[in-house]
C-alpha cells in the first residue's frame, strides 16, 4: 500500500535549496493529490525553441538532474522537471505503482502547461521507461526522444549488484552506510563521486519514494516500446553503468530497434547516474543533440560550472 502524499519531510543540500529557490513551482492533477513541476527558465527562453522536459529515475525527484539545469537555461531553453508521481513532493498516480501508471498524468499535465505544443523529452533510468511509453501512447506530445540509462531493454548485466534495504535501520549513521554503498552499487562509479552532496540528494529522494515494489525494470517492457516510437530516438550512457555491465553491444542493438534511432553515446568514466558523476561531458553532449539541426545563432554549448 502507498501513501498518496509523502509523508518524510526532507532537508535538501543547500546547493538543491538555492537552485530550487530561482525555479517556478506549479501543479498538475494526479491521483488523489497533485502532481508538482518545477520550471526554470520560462522568463528568459527561446521560444522558437521546443520545451524541454526532464524525468528523473526511480526513487527519485527532480534532483536527478541538479547539475544540468544551468547549462540547459543558459542555452535558452525552458526546462520542465516534475517529481514524478508517487516520488518527491508529487502524489501517488490514481492506480497502479510501476512506470506505465505514470504517462496517462504526465501527458494531462503536459496539455495543461505546454497546450499542444510538443517538447524534447529526456527520461533517465526509470524515467526513461516512464518517456517511451508517454512517446508510444501519446506521440504528439513528443518531438524527439533522449533516454539516459534506461532499463526495461531486457538486458542483465555480467557481473549482478545488490542493494541493501536500509528502512529498518533506526540509526542515522548505519542508513547513510547502507545509502553510499548502495550508491556505489548502482549509482556511481567512483568512490570519489559519492560526495556529501550526492548521499544528501539520494536520501531525500528515497525517503520520499512511494512507488515500491517496481519490477518493470527488469523486463524487456522498454524494448518492446521501442519500435512504436514516431519520434527521433537519441541515447545516452554512462559507459561504466552497472545495469549493462559488460553488455554494451546488446545495449545498442536493442535501442536500434526504434525506427527513427539516431545517437548512442557512451560517456566514458561515468557510472549509471551519469549526468551527475560526468556532468560536463554529459550536458555537452545533450546540448549538441538537443542543437542538431539548429541555426549557429540559437546552437548554445555547455557552460563550465565551477563547483
Known amino acids: 500500500m502507498t501513501s498518496d502524499t509523502p509523508v518524510h519531510p526532507v532537508q535538501l543540500p543547500l546547493e538543491a535549496q538555492a537552485l530550487l529557490s530561482t525555479a517556478t513551482r506549479t501543479e ?15 522568463d528568459r527562453c527561446d521560444p522558437s525553441l521546443a520545451p524541454l522536459v526532464l524525468l528523473h529515475g526511480g526513487s ?12 540547459l537555461v543558459a542555452s535558452s531553453r525552458c ?45 533517465f533510468s526509470f524515467g526513461g ?22 532499463p526495461g531493454l531486457g538486458i542483465a548485466p555480467d557481473t549482478p549488484f545488490h542493494l541493501r534495504a536500509w528502512r529498518h535501520f533506526k540509526d542515522a549513521e548505519q ?34 519514494d512511494r512507488m515500491q515494489g517496481r519490477s518493470l525494470s ?16 537519441h541515447a545516452i550512457y554512462g559507459r561504466e553503468d552497472a545495469l549493462f555491465r559488460g ?28 549526468q551527475f558523476e560526468r556532468d560536463d561531458a554529459f550536458n555537452a553532449v545533450l546540448l549538441a543533440t538537443l542543437n542538431a539541426g539548429l541555426p ?3 546552437a548554445a554549448t555547455a557552460p563550465i560550472i565551477s563547483r
Not at 60 to 71: D, N, Y
Open 129 to 150: 521507461m516512464v518517456a517511451g511509453f508517454l512517446a508510444a501512447q501519446f506521440p504528439a506530445r513528443v518531438a524527439r526522444l533522449l533516454l539516459v540509462g534506461a
Open 218 to 233: 527488469r523486463t524487456d517492457v522498454l524494448a518492446r516500446t521501442l519500435p512504436q516510437l514516431q519520434c527521433p530516438l
Open 28 to 42: 498538475t492533477p494526479c491521483g488523489a493529490g497533485a502532481m508538482v513541476w518545477h520550471i526554470w527558465g520560462k
Open 175 to 208: 542508513r547513510d552506510a547502507i545509502h553510499r554503498g548502495n550508491l556505489a552499487a548502482l549509482m556511481l562509479h567512483h568512490p570519489a563521486s559519492i560526495t556529501e552532496l550526492a548521499l544528501r540528494l539520494h536520501v531525500a529522494n528515497v525517503l520520499r
Open 247 to 274: 553488455q554494451l553491444a546488446a545495449l545498442e542493438a536493442a535501442l536500434r530497434q526504434a525506427p527513427h534511432f539516431k545517437a548512442f553515446t557512451l560517456i566514458e568514466d561515468a557510472g549509471h547516474w551519469v
Open 79 to 123: 526546462v520542465y522537471i516534475p517529481d514524478l508521481p508517487g516520488f518527491g513532493d508529487s502524489a501517488a498516480p490514481a492506480q497502479g505503482t510501476d512506470a506505465d501508471a505514470l504517462p496517462e498524468p504526465i501527458a494531462q499535465g503536459l496539455q495543461i502547461l505546454l497546450g499542444s505544443t510538443a517538447c524534447d523529452l529526456v527520461g
Open 60 to 71: 527519485g525527484s527532480w534532483t536527478h538532474w541538479l547539475r544540468s539545469i544551468a547549462p
Open 296 to 298: 549557429a545563432s540559437q
